[in-house]
């Protein structure tokens, strides 16, 4: 019985460890993600796209959509990041 208890403990912390270094290790940011840092952020949807996510995932597409939003500022920036490969 207290194998069986050893075993769960040392599952669970390895386990715990690896999720940890996962998410530590690779995590990268996308296009999307890091359009979406510069976008305000409000999810008010007056630029016609349910939230800002949507509206960076349709700027991949076609940055012409970049002047449905009223609040951005960072135009520049989002086209530069637009422009990477």
């Not at 069986?4 to 940890?20: K, Q, R, S």
């Not at 700027?59 to 135009?75: A, E, H, P, R």
């Amino acid at each position: 019985m207290i194998g069986i208890i050893y075993f769960t403990i040392i599952t669970f912390i390895l386990a715990t460890t690896i999720v940890v270094l996962n998410n530590y290790l690779f995590k990268r940011k996308t296009k999307v993600d890091r359009i979406l840092e510069v976008l305000p952020g409000y999810n008010c949807g007056a630029c016609g796209f349910g939230s800002c996510r949507g509206m960076s995932e349709e700027l991949i597409k076609n940055k012409d959509v970049m002047n449905k939003c009223k609040l951005i500022k960072n135009k520049e920036e989002i086209l530069k990041i637009l422009e990477e490969n």
